[in-house]
């Protein structure tokens, strides 16, 4: 062997074997699966799962979600392997693998941060979005003269995409792109069927339009689209497999792959199953025999699920018993309380820009129907429920409720578990809510508001579309994406292809979520000449 050759592991799982170096990316092989026994890799991946893979010199962890965080799996690696992750403004992810009891060396890494990997020259980095409001990092691994960029969940810039190479020396040759969705927004949500579809067409659309213009903008040798979609095998959940067909908003590996060949004819796609193997000497592909005949037609993937969900079946069980329902008297409610208490000490600032009531409709012997006021100034619990206008509702089981009160799990795992229902009024995003709940540390909170806060008003960029031309802030009020590669303009309204975030070029308000305004300002045809 004298190149790398890289094995799909499932979902955004690789291993990565060159001279002198093996390494394994993001595996996710529990047959508990993830999220509460929510998601599980599609197709099945447990046939890799073997001490012969495992046995690696390092493993890559990108971001602290359990469907790429397998603590399952890292307790049983060998003694010897080292764990590689970023650093981030809060500690959870270490926290986490600490608390699993794994006791491997753990090298924690600041963006474009290298690390060398042996005495051949091979490094590693990561490269972290660059809002500090989401915590997910892409892996860039150097072997053997050689790129492979494993972007997984991680949304990255043109401009981080050119300094990959201009880091690596050369573009990626290999880069993993993911197509598919990781969100309960729109299916979990107390919508019309009509607009069900009408929201995942446009959340599917703009992925995939997303990873294309990244692509074409700083094109690696061979794009890999991976990282899902998850299949639902708890009958409690079995209906969003339905979302892997259009319009959904979990496209699997198929369609990604003929997407990407209609819009980047000259780009070549590889798509790869768990054990399926690419040279990158030659870009050679070897399949793993076990997928013989296996198809994404629809239904073959049904039977597949179908069959699927039965070898799962005890472990999905032994999931639900494990969270039994709380009985009345248990405490949930003062659990409850003193938790959003100690949550809305944390920052005024995403307090000020939350401003709602959040209403929890928590079904169970000890459940009920709680209010919490986060915001403008102050955080206020009301266990009767008497709010007149909350502007979120979030229904849950009490069971899955309480193991968030108790830090068996975090409220981001509550949500991608789709073990939810939700609406709000107004019908607007708000990324502070969300990331109040999900980091939940002083550390994180104050390393957004930093951010935010730091940002030069006066940096700015024209932008045109058919109704003319207009300055706006350079990079997007909510995460910083650099607006002059990452905007498209159409009838008025600025669209970040960050995150999707609508900004009316007249008055710079985002049109759908919470958000600080765009500096926005019409152009007259002769300044922009």
């Given at each position: 062997m ?10 955004a799982?690789?291993?990565?074997d ?13 047959p ?19 001490a ?10 990108s971001?602290?979600?359990l ?16 764990l ?11 926290n ?5 009891g794994?006791?491997n060396?753990?090298i924690e ?7 060398q990997?042996?005495?051949r020259?091979?490094?590693?980095t990561?490269?972290?979005e ?28 043109v ?12 573009p ?20 019309p069927p ?14 995939f ?5 990244l ?23 079995q ?28 780009q ?6 768990p054990?399926d193997?690419i ?25 597949y699920?179908?069959?699927?969900a039965?070898?799962r ?19 949930l409610?003062?659990?409850f ?7 809305g000490?944390l920052?005024?600032?995403?307090l ?36 007149q206008h909350p502007?979120?509702?979030l229904?849950?089981?009490a ?18 578990s789709?073990?939810?229902?939700a ?17 939940a ?10 951010y ?12 045109r579309g058919?109704?003319?031309?207009w300055?706006?802030s ?21 669209r970040?292809?960050g995150h ?14 919470r ?13 922009v000449?």
């Amino acid at each position: 062997m004298d190149t790398p050759i890289v094995t799909s592991l499932g979902h955004a799982g690789l291993r990565i074997d060159a001279p002198g170096l093996s390494m394994l990316c993001d595996p996710w092989m529990s047959p508990g699966g993830a999220f509460m026994g929510s998601w599980f890799p599609f197709p099945d991946n447990s046939h890799l799962r073997t001490a012969e893979v495992l046995d690696a010199d390092w493993v890559a962890i990108s971001h602290e979600h359990l469907d790429h965080l397998d603590l399952a799996l890292l307790s049983e690696l060998p003694s010897h392997v080292r764990l590689v992750i970023p650093r981030y403004p809060a500690p959870e992810m270490h926290n986490r693998i600490r608390k699993a009891g794994i006791r491997n060396v753990v090298i924690e890494l600041d963006s474009w941060e290298r690390l060398q990997l042996n005495d051949r020259g091979d490094w590693v980095t990561v490269v972290q979005e660059q809002s500090p409001m989401c915590h997910d990092s892409a892996i860039l691994v150097v072997t053997a003269g050689h790129s492979i960029l494993h972007t997984n969940d991680a949304r990255l810039s043109v401009a981080q995409l050119r300094r990959v190479a201009e880091e690596a020396g050369r573009p990626p040759d290999l880069m993993g792109v993911q197509m598919s969705g990781a969100s309960w927004h729109p299916i979990c949500y107390d919508y019309p069927p009509e607009v069900v579809a009408s929201v995942s067409e446009g959340k599917r659309m703009g992925k995939f339009k997303a990873v294309s213009r990244l692509l074409r903008s700083a094109p690696p040798r061979i794009a890999l689209p991976y990282a899902g979609p998850p299949c639902f095998l708890d009958p409690a959940l079995q209906q969003h497999n339905a979302h892997m067909r259009p319009p959904g908003i979990f496209p699997d590996l198929a369609q990604a792959a003929r997407f990407l060949a209609e819009r980047l004819p000259n780009q070549q796609v590889a798509t790869l199953l768990p054990g399926d193997r690419i040279h990158l000497g030659d870009g050679r592909v070897e399949r793993d025999s076990r997928w013989d005949g296996f198809s994404f037609d629809e239904g073959d993937v049904d039977a597949y699920l179908a069959d699927y969900a039965e070898r799962r079946r005890p472990e999905i069980e032994a999931l639900h018993d494990a969270y039994p329902d709380p009985p009345r008297g248990s405490g949930l409610a003062t659990r409850f309380s003193d938790h959003f208490t100690a949550l809305g000490s944390l920052s005024d600032y995403f307090l000020h820009r939350i401003a709602m009531v959040v209403r929890f409709v928590v079904d169970g012997a000890d459940g009920g129907v709680w209010d919490v006021e986060l915001g403008p100034s102050e955080c206020r619990i009301d266990l009767t429920g008497s709010s007149q206008h909350p502007g979120y509702e979030l229904r849950v089981e009490a069971r899955w409720l309480d193991a968030v009160l108790t830090g068996r799990m975090r409220w981001e795992d509550l949500f991608l578990s789709l073990r939810i229902r939700a609406s709000r009024d107004p019908d607007r995003y708000n990324d502070y809510l969300v990331g109040l709940l999900k980091h939940a540390d002083a550390g994180a909170l104050e390393a957004v508001e930093r951010y935010e806060s730091e940002r030069d008003p006066e940096d700015t960029v024209v932008v045109r579309g058919d109704e003319g031309a207009w300055e706006v802030s350079r990079y997007c009020p909510h995460a910083g994406e650099d607006l002059s590669y990452g905007a498209v303009v159409r009838d008025g309204v600025l669209r970040c292809l960050g995150h999707n975030f609508d900004f009316d070029l007249r008055t710079g308000e985002c049109l759908n979520a919470r958000c600080d305004p765009l500096v926005s300002r019409s152009v007259a045809p002769s300044v922009v000449q």
